[in-house]
């Protein structure tokens, strides 16, 4: 009983997260303009790493944590790099 | 003590998270993680962050419990406005400007820090000549009832505790 | 999924809801990111999924490998702790990005940087 719940809820909330991953997409390839694109590539981020989370507990397996963990810190160092960018960067001076 | 590790708190919430990330208490990690710790705290010395005084350190919880409950609140209320279902009222979005009292570098950034995590609102920019905040408001009713928000719910008590 | 056969249904029935919950409020955020109008109502959206989209999938992959492993799983909170603290970074970062090409642009969306509230001090 309990492995069809949960069987069924990982699969639905995959699903979600992936519906929301397309989302996500069509923003980035949307813009229209590249803040836009950015702030699209930070939420790709985040939702990956929920989608990772999720098929740990699918797959009960723990290696996924250090994916995860590795994601978050990823998409934090090219938000910001990326934000540094449009600031400075890109300019008729 | 002040010599020899500069940064207490910094050092044990290394050492914590060092714990965490390899998930066992035996003295091995323990004493890795000490010594990752002091290296990182005399590290962060070397670049001469300006000083901290916590002061009032027991609120700390009931703040944190409070910027909780006001995540879930405003995850409904953003949730809701987002699906569509706020309302016949019009929704209006717009920028407001709040001016502070408080003048503690870490106090500010955890002002911005817990306003920009919960949902509805984001910290544009700060002026720190005029010490005024640029708020990004997803319903922004009146900019004088933000104002009155940021300032009793949040400000009075990071002041309480930073300043 | 044999793994979670053995697992009872008062642990089974949470984290299958806090799943469905998180993920919902991942989906809606990233339909903000879609629906909103402008940028700067754009960037609420994924505080959504950074704040209780994540927390409550966090929530339930930490009860599930506790009971699961019948001990205190709390590799979840580093993984929560860093996406508290580093998304209002990333966003504060970004949208000031944001208003600055705007203001550069001389963009009628975006208040001045003098403005009246500030030289009224």
Redesign the interface.
């Known amino acids: 009983m309990s492995a069809a719940i949960l069987s069924w809820s990982t699969l639905i909330a995959a699903l979600m997260l992936a519906a929301a991953i397309g989302c996500a997409a069509v923003r980035l390839l949307r813009g229209p303009r590249a803040q836009d694109r950015v702030l699209a590539l930070d939420t790709l981020y985040l939702l990956a790493a929920t989608l990772l989370l999720v098929f740990g507990i699918r797959t009960g397996s723990t290696h996924y944590f250090e994916a995860t963990l590795l994601i978050t810190l990823l998409g934090f160092v090219s938000t910001a790099a990326l934000s540094r960018f449009l600031m400075r960067g890109e300019v008729i001076e | 003590m002040t010599r020899w590790l500069p940064h207490p708190l910094v050092a044990a919430s290394l050492l914590g998270?060092w714990l965490?990330?390899v998930?066992s208490l035996s003295p091995g990690s323990i004493l890795l993680g000490a010594a990752l710790a002091v290296a990182g705290s005399r590290a962060l010395a070397a670049l001469t962050p300006p000083t901290a005084r916590l002061r009032r350190f027991s609120t700390v919880p009931g703040l944190l419990l409070d910027v909780a409950v006001e995540?879930?609140r405003s995850?409904n209320a953003?949730?809701r406005?987002?699906?569509g279902a706020a309302g016949t009222r019009i929704r209006q979005?717009g920028?407001a400007?709040i001016?502070l009292d408080m003048h503690s570098p870490y106090g500010l950034a955890a002002l911005?820090?817990i306003l920009?995590?919960?949902?509805?609102?984001?910290?544009?920019?700060y002026?720190a000549?005029?010490?005024?905040m640029?708020l990004?408001v997803?319903d922004l009713v009146d900019e004088e009832t933000w104002v009155r928000i940021v300032k009793d719910k949040w400000e009075q008590r990071l002041m309480d505790i930073f300043e | 999924m044999t793994h979670a056969a053995d697992l009872p249904l008062w642990i089974a029935l949470p984290v299958a809801l806090l799943l469905l919950l998180g993920a919902a409020l991942a989906l809606t955020g990233a339909i903000g990111l879609l629906r909103l109008g402008s940028f700067y109502e754009r960037v609420h959206a994924p505080t959504l999924a950074s704040t209780l989209g994540i927390g409550c999938v966090l929530l339930a992959s930490m009860l599930f490998f506790s009971v699961l492993g019948s001990r205190l799983v709390l590799h979840e909170v580093l993984i929560a702790a860093f996406v508290v603290l580093t998304t209002p970074v990333t966003l504060m970062l970004l949208t000031r990005a944001a208003l600055h090409r705007d203001r550069r642009e001389g963009s009628e969306e975006v208040p001045p940087a003098t403005a009246s509230h500030v030289e009224r001090k």
């Open positions: 998270l965490l990330l998930e995540v879930v995850n953003v949730a406005i987002i699906l979005s920028f400007f001016p911005a820090c920009t995590a919960t949902p509805g609102t984001v910290v544009v920019d002026d000549a005029g010490n005024v640029l990004h997803l």
